[in-house]
Structures are given as structure tokens and as C-alpha cells.
């Protein structure tokens, strides 16, 4: 079995300041970690993948990503928000190959002026 | 080239009339996924079609809910005798073929909002 747990609901930082999104995953394999975003009204749309290649992932936008076996982590950074990073994002994990992934409970990111 | 897209954006309906959900995956992704979206949560897997193999079903939540693929195109999700708790965004992913490190990538739809009154 595998899910993944977003540990914040809400998270709001100022433009300019840190943006650090956390998830935690547990999987009986060694899993593939994703981080999707969703803007209000559009589609998902891929940040970033894992895949065992490299723990150290940059995505999109200036976003990256770390995974932690020993923590069974995978949090996203970006080093300075920007106002259009203001979106849901969702922390996915899959058992690898063409199986159904599964969908963390999202995290809203609120970028102040 | 063209994403996936899904048809019709948005879809009101009556509680107890059937709906169908259209998806046109991205050319030559041979496998495809259906996902609901609840308002403020994840997305719940429902069903994924594999090029001519028998479809995983595991995520319908009940017996009103059933998917057809015309080989490796167009799917469609009916809802049939729609209740409430149906309201929600139904999301299409596709994905391609296995070449190495894409296999599981999916790319998503824009997906359908339906309102059960």
C-alpha cells in the first residue's frame, strides 16, 4: 500500500521569502514522487519528478525538491516566492510503471505583496 | 501538440439523469485515467484503461459509474441516475508508452466540473 501525507493545509509567505511545502510518503517499494500544481481553473500541471535517478530534483519555475528515504520525505522549496506561485499543489506517489497515482490532500500557497 | 482535453467543461444536472464525461488523451499515450476531484481535497483514482487489456476498475466507487475506451483514444465516463455526492471535478490523465523514466507520468485534462442539483 502507498499514500503521502501534505502536512499543511494553508501555507502563506510574503513575495520574495522561501516557499518550503512539506510531504511525508510511505510505500512498500521504492516509489516515484511527483509534485503537481493546480491553478484556480486550469489543469494539473507537472513541477517535478522522482525517480531514483538523483535526490536532489529541480522542477519548474524555480522550484525543487529533496528526497529523504531515511525521513520518507520528498518537501518542495523555492528559494524566493513569486505572486504567480500562488496555486494548490499536491505531492503524488506511484508504485512506478502505468499504475494509478496517488494523490496527497494538496497544500494552498498564498504569496503576499 | 494538444494536450488532453475533456468535454464539456461544465455540467449541471438534474439528481437521478445520467451524464456522460468525454476525454481525448494525447496522441499515441496508449494508457489512460479517470480521477475525481471532490471540492478542497486530492484526486480519488477511478479507472484506468491499458491499450486492449481488461480496464482496472477498483476506484469506481459504486455500480452507477462505468467507463468505455474506443481503443487508444477517446474514453467515456457515464455517471448513471447522478446523486449529490457526485458533484465534484472528473479529471483524465494520459500517459505514453513505456519508454524509460516516463512510464508513469501522467498528463492531466483540464478536467469537468459537474454540479448534481
Known amino acids: 500500500a502507498q499514500s503521502v501525507t501534505q502536512l499543511d493545509s494553508h501555507v502563506s509567505v510574503s513575495e520574495g521569502t522561501p516557499v518550503l511545502l512539506r510531504c511525508n510518503y510511505s510505500?512498500?517499494?521504492?516509489?516515484?514522487l511527483f509534485w503537481y500544481v493546480q491553478h484556480p481553473n486550469k489543469g494539473l500541471q507537472l513541477l517535478l519528478k522522482y525517480t531514483s535517478a538523483a535526490t536532489l530534483v529541480k522542477g519548474i519555475n524555480g522550484f525543487e525538491a529533496e528526497f529523504k528515504k531515511s525521513e520518507t520525505s520528498f518537501h518542495l522549496t523555492k528559494p524566493s516566492a513569486h505572486m504567480s506561485d500562488a496555486a494548490e499543489y499536491f505531492c503524488?506517489?506511484?508504485?512506478?510503471?502505468?499504475?494509478?497515482?496517488?494523490f496527497g490532500s494538496g497544500t494552498r500557497l498564498q504569496v503576499q505583496p | 501538440g494538444a494536450g488532453v482535453s475533456q468535454s464539456p467543461s461544465n455540467k449541471v444536472t438534474e439528481k437521478g439523469k445520467d451524464v456522460e464525461l468525454r476525454c481525448d488523451p494525447i496522441?499515441?499515450?496508449?494508457?489512460l485515467y479517470w480521477y475525481r476531484q471532490r471540492l478542497g481535497q486530492g484526486l480519488e483514482f477511478l479507472i484506468y484503461?491499458?491499450?486492449?487489456?481488461?480496464?482496472?476498475k477498483s476506484g469506481l466507487p459504486s455500480d452507477r459509474f462505468s467507463a468505455e475506451r474506443t481503443g487508444e483514444s477517446v474514453s467515456t465516463l457515464t455517471i448513471q441516475r447522478t446523486q449529490q455526492e457526485d458533484s465534484a471535478v472528473y479529471l483524465c490523465?494520459?500517459?505514453?508508452?513505456?519508454?524509460?523514466?516516463?512510464?508513469?507520468?501522467?498528463?492531466f485534462g483540464p478536467g469537468t466540473r459537474l454540479t448534481v442539483l
Open positions: 484503461f491499458q491499450g486492449n487489456s481488461a480496464p482496472d
Open positions: 503524488v506517489v506511484s508504485m512506478g510503471g502505468r499504475r494509478a497515482l496517488t
Open positions: 510505500s512498500s517499494y521504492s516509489p516515484s
Open positions: 490523465a494520459s500517459s505514453p508508452p513505456p519508454l524509460a523514466g516516463l512510464t508513469d507520468t501522467q498528463y
Open positions: 496522441s499515441g499515450h496508449t494508457a
